[in-house]
């Protein structure tokens, strides 16, 4: 992992410590309470803190490797709403060889994989993006996707960018919470 997925996801390393029920705790005991180390339920206990259920599916999506299916797409299909409420708003004429709701739910996959996995990002052009994306080249040109279709993307970005932060302070705060509160 680069360092921009690693400064990225920092926050969310301590979730991935014991989190089933047959992990190991790898903590030692808080001196002087007699209490237990966190266990698993400590560390749901942060995912169950969070405001938003954008947060919490992209909470499951980073510590379980965007393996939760079900996280994938509450997310992806998240992400594609804010694509098509935009676009209706600005009044886009919908796309003429791809519906608007195909082609925002392609584009909300992509940046929900370059979200989840940073360094892959680096390595697409624009045609490469679409390609990635599932866009074909008859369905849609990369000028007219740059022009018409990439500020929807951004704001799928920003969106994206603000649960992961959303998320992580709230790891962050509930962790300092759970020490804080078994040290007294």
Request: glycine share 4%.
């Amino acid at each position: 992992m680069n360092a921009v997925a690693v400064e990225k996801f920092k926050s969310f390393e301590w979730l991935t410590h014991g989190l089933t029920a047959s992990s190991p705790s790898i903590e030692p005991v808080v001196r002087g309470t007699g209490e237990k180390p966190l266990n698993y339920q400590d560390r749901l206990g942060a995912i169950a803190s969070m405001d938003t259920q954008l947060a919490k599916s992209v909470t499951a999506l980073i510590i379980f490797n965007g393996k939760s299916e079900s996280d994938y797409e509450y997310v992806r299909n998240h992400l594609a709403k804010i694509m098509i409420k935009n676009a209706t708003v600005d009044k886009k004429r919908e796309p003429e060889h791809i519906p608007m709701y195909h082609l925002a739910w392609l584009i909300a996959r992509m940046v929900l994989d370059f979200a989840l996995d940073p360094e892959q990002e680096d390595n697409y052009t624009a045609k490469g993006r679409l390609a990635y994306a599932g866009i074909k080249t008859y369905q849609m040109s990369t000028e007219c996707y740059r022009k018409t279709w990439k500020p929807y993307e951004n704001l799928m970005i920003m969106s994206i960018e603000s649960a992961i932060d959303e998320a992580g302070k709230a790891v962050e705060a509930y962790k300092k919470n759970t020490y804080k509160e078994m040290k007294a």
